[in-house]
């Protein structure tokens, strides 16, 4: 072993120009697909456990089967719905797509959270005058900062991460996925490895934020219920 | 005016009867409160004056306005009924600084800034928390989150108070302490308040009327005066008072030398004049009820001369400090009777002497008092 003979940053410019456009495209898409999930899935969690009403059970089983769907059982219906919709190969497609699949799950996270908010909050806030949408804009919104850091990186990691539903829904330019972009890096009869590890590294540059400026609220997200707020 | 009106109300859940039929009227200005064990449907009613639950059946009304009729489909929401409420574990909103949790239901009805800092700045002088305006709630003690969650439901000038067993989470120390300085606001503020509680000390002492519930039904309503001397029946005797009325078993018989209450172990001869309510129940099995200071120890050695008299044994002294609680026993029968003093110690027999005008008789099959 010896120190490399000619030190370069070479491959990682060549690998930023290859990759940049894909990881405008992944950033916008997983900001935005995070985001609307994590909101909806706020709203449903408050209402599925604050305001209850006939069903509200069955409504959240139904929410959490589509945990456990796996994305190739719907991969074809799929296609041909975003196509008839015109959404194929595009960016609002993918958040479509993406906030519809992570609906589940932040369901779960938030509808969890909010079981731990005591109902007589809610009730004071009622008799203080507040309707259905002022309590969960000043009250149960406030409280939620936990829940929204733990259910967005989440998101964050999972949209950002697949490539499944990126290859197949987004192969031109305009919205390719850097995931999808990443794979496209070697070639189909050679891989030239110092560009496509440089690839990797941009590519995991974003997560690798999210965490650091993340970890500390993650970590309380993760225990919050363990001990008595 | 403020008077609650309450008729036919009925609320169930599921199989369960929380409330049933109730009818009911609080005065204006009256400190009312809500008594009962635990699931009795207190909380329900109160709830149900809040809005904060549909009924099933009945009709409320807060003064002169219809807030809650099934028959008429009328169930106007907590926001438009003029009430506010104080809840067992405060509810205070825990992102929020004492000043916005005070001010919060000024801000929701778009008061005027300067007119809800003033009203804020009031209130917290009024219950001596001025100094804790800039704070959040976890960097309060339970007697001051108390006192914020009291503000909150003053700042408002509502027509009427709901409180929801707001003392129980206190320390027995703060309890009593919070418990005078309730009374004193409520009968200063002159508001019409409705409280919730299933310590009937707390109810004794706050109360203009209480109501006692249980199972959803009502059991009695009136003066803590009425429900201590007065009581209508086996549960109401037995609930209210500390410590609890002494119930034996007897057949009321007429002999010789005028009625008497047969108790097995001993006889209690009844004064000549009885009711005639009274008189129907010869030959019949009664409750004999009476409470532990109405029962003394008597001067007179021989039981048999006086015909209120019992001779039992002493089993237990345990002092309370201001007065003895005796454990007394004759076959079956065990009774409590607090005295200030006893020349008896434990496991000596002693003559007890009971004091007839205050004995509660109840008839066995319905439990109800007999007059």
Same mark, same amino acid.
């Given at each position: 072993?010896?120190?490399?003979?000619?030190?370069?940053?070479?491959?990682?410019?060549?690998? *930023?120009?290859?990759?940049?456009?894909?990881?405008?495209?992944?950033?916008?898409?997983?900001?935005?697909?995070?985001?609307?999930?994590?909101?909806?899935?706020?709203?449903?969690?408050?209402?599925?456990?604050?305001?209850?009403?006939?069903?509200?059970?069955?409504?959240?089983?139904?929410?959490?089967?589509?945990?456990?769907?796996?994305?190739?059982?719907?991969?074809?219906?799929?296609?041909?719905?975003?196509?008839?919709?015109?959404?194929?190969?595009?960016?609002?497609?993918?958040?479509?797509?993406?906030?519809?699949?992570?609906?589940?799950?932040?369901?779960?996270?938030?509808?969890?959270?909010?079981? %731990?908010?005591?109902?007589?909050?809610?009730?004071?806030?009622?008799?203080?005058?507040?309707?259905?949408?002022?309590?969960?804009?000043?009250?149960?919104?406030?409280?939620?900062?936990?829940? *929204?850091?733990?259910?967005?990186?989440?998101? *964050?990691?999972?949209?950002?991460?697949? *490539?499944?539903?990126?290859?197949?829904?987004?192969?031109?330019?305009?919205?390719?996925?850097?995931?999808?972009?990443?794979?496209?890096?070697?070639?189909?009869?050679?891989?030239?490895?110092?560009?496509?590890?440089?690839?990797?590294?941009?590519?995991? %540059?974003?997560?690798?934020?999210?965490?650091?400026?993340?970890?500390?609220?993650?970590?309380?997200?993760?225990?919050?219920?363990?001990?008595?707020? | 005016?403020?008077?609650?009106?309450?008729?036919?109300?009925?609320?169930?859940?599921?199989?369960?009867?929380?409330?049933?039929?109730?009818?009911?009227?609080?005065?204006?200005?009256?400190?009312?409160?809500?008594?009962?064990?635990?699931?009795?449907?207190?909380?329900?009613?109160?709830?149900?004056?809040?809005?904060?639950?549909?009924?099933?059946?009945?009709?409320?009304?807060?003064?002169?306005?219809?807030?809650?009729?099934?028959?008429?489909?009328?169930?106007?929401?907590?926001?438009?009924?003029?009430?506010? @409420?104080?809840?067992?574990?405060?509810?205070?909103?825990?992102? @929020?600084?004492?000043?916005?949790?005070?001010?919060?239901?000024?801000?929701?009805?778009?008061?005027?800034?300067?007119?809800?800092?003033?009203?804020?700045?009031?209130?917290?002088?009024? /219950?001596?928390?001025?100094?804790?305006?800039?704070?959040?709630?976890?960097?309060?003690?339970?007697?001051?989150?108390?006192?914020?969650?009291?503000?909150?439901?003053?700042?408002?000038?509502?027509?009427?108070?709901?409180?929801?067993?707001?003392?129980?989470?206190?320390?027995?120390?703060?309890?009593?302490?919070?418990?005078?300085?309730?009374?004193? /606001?409520?009968?200063?503020?002159?508001?019409?308040?409705?409280?919730?509680?299933?310590?009937?000390?707390?109810?004794?002492?706050?109360?203009?009327?209480?109501?006692?519930?249980?199972?959803?039904?009502?059991?009695?309503?009136?003066?803590?005066?009425?429900?201590?001397?007065?009581?209508?029946?086996?549960?109401?005797?037995?609930?209210?008072?500390?410590?609890?009325?002494?119930?034996?078993?007897?057949?009321?018989?007429?002999?010789?030398?005028? /009625?008497?209450?047969?108790?097995?172990?001993?006889?209690?001869?009844?004064?000549?004049?009885?009711?005639?309510?009274?008189?129907?129940?010869?030959?019949?099995?009664?409750? @004999?009820?009476?409470?532990?200071?109405?029962?003394?120890?008597?001067?007179?050695?021989?039981?048999?001369? @006086?015909?209120?008299?019992?001779?039992?044994?002493?089993?237990?002294?345990?002092?309370?400090?201001?007065?003895?609680?005796?454990?007394?026993?004759?076959?079956?029968?065990?009774?409590?009777?607090?005295?200030?003093?006893?020349?008896?110690?434990?496991?000596?027999?002693?003559?007890?002497?009971?004091?007839?005008?205050?004995?509660? /008789?109840?008839?066995?099959?319905?439990?109800?008092?007999?007059?």
């Amino acid at each position: 072993m010896e120190p490399p003979l000619s030190p370069t940053i070479e491959p990682l410019i060549t690998a *930023f120009n290859l990759m940049k456009g894909p990881l405008l495209n992944s950033l916008i898409f997983t900001g935005a697909a995070m985001i609307l999930s994590c909101l909806l899935g706020s709203i449903n969690g408050y209402i599925l456990t604050k305001i209850r009403f006939k069903g509200s059970n069955t409504i959240f089983l139904l929410f959490s089967i589509g945990i456990f769907l796996p994305y190739q059982a719907v991969l074809v219906p799929l296609v041909l719905t975003m196509s008839r919709l015109g959404l194929y190969n595009n960016i609002a497609g993918l958040i479509l797509v993406h906030t519809t699949y992570g609906i589940t799950i932040t369901t779960l996270l938030f509808r969890n959270f909010y079981g %731990l908010i005591p109902n007589s909050l809610i009730m004071a806030a009622k008799t203080d005058g507040a309707g259905t949408w002022t309590i969960y804009r000043r009250v149960v919104l406030p409280l939620s900062l936990l829940p *929204f850091v733990v259910a967005g990186v989440l998101q *964050f990691t999972s949209i950002w991460n697949d *490539f499944l539903f990126g290859v197949v829904l987004a192969r031109g330019a305009e919205a390719l996925p850097a995931s999808v972009q990443l794979a496209n890096l070697k070639g189909t009869t050679e891989v030239t490895w110092n560009i496509q590890m440089a690839g990797t590294l941009w590519y995991a %540059l974003p997560v690798l934020i999210i965490y650091i400026i993340m970890g500390k609220y993650l970590i309380r997200g993760y225990m919050a219920g363990a001990i008595k707020g | 005016m403020v008077s609650i009106t309450i008729k036919n109300l009925t609320k169930t859940y599921g199989n369960t009867i929380a409330v049933k039929d109730l009818n009911l009227q609080i005065k204006d200005k009256e400190f009312f409160v809500f008594l009962g064990p635990s699931g009795c449907g207190k909380t329900t009613t109160l709830f149900a004056i809040a809005g904060l639950v549909e009924v099933d059946a009945g009709e409320i009304w807060i003064g002169d306005e219809l807030v809650t009729s099934v028959e008429q489909g009328i169930h106007k929401p907590p926001r438009e009924r003029e009430i506010s @409420m104080v809840f067992q574990d405060y509810a205070i909103y825990p992102h @929020m600084t004492v000043f916005d949790n005070i001010a919060f239901p000024l801000q929701i009805r778009k008061t005027d800034k300067h007119e809800i800092e003033e009203r804020v700045k009031k209130t917290a002088e009024l /219950l001596g928390i001025s100094q804790l305006l800039n704070r959040k709630p976890r960097q309060l003690s339970g007697g001051q989150r108390q006192r914020v969650a009291l503000g909150r439901a003053m700042v408002r000038r509502p027509k009427v108070f709901l409180m929801d067993e707001p003392l129980a989470n206190l320390d027995a120390k703060l309890r009593v302490q919070t418990r005078t300085e309730l009374k004193k /606001l409520q009968l200063e503020l002159g508001v019409t308040t409705v409280y919730v509680t299933h310590d009937q000390v707390e109810a004794m002492t706050m109360a203009d009327r209480i109501m006692v519930q249980r199972d959803g039904i009502t059991e009695q309503i009136g003066t803590p005066d009425e429900l201590y001397n007065h009581p209508s029946n086996l549960f109401v005797a037995g609930f209210i008072g500390s410590p609890e009325m002494n119930f034996m078993d007897c057949a009321l018989v007429e002999e010789k030398k005028g /009625l008497c209450l047969d108790a097995k172990e001993f006889k209690i001869f009844l004064p000549s004049k009885v009711s005639s309510e009274l008189r129907s129940f010869i030959g019949k099995q009664v409750i @004999m009820g009476i409470r532990p200071e109405n029962i003394y120890e008597s001067k007179s050695v021989e039981a048999n001369t @006086m015909e209120n008299a019992v001779k039992m044994t002493l089993d237990l002294i345990e002092p309370v400090g201001p007065f003895l609680l005796l454990h007394l026993r004759a076959g079956r029968i065990s009774l409590v009777a607090t005295v200030k003093d006893t020349r008896a110690s434990a496991g000596q027999e002693v003559i007890m002497e009971m004091d007839l005008s205050k004995i509660h /008789l109840f008839d066995k099959k319905t439990t109800k008092a007999i007059v």
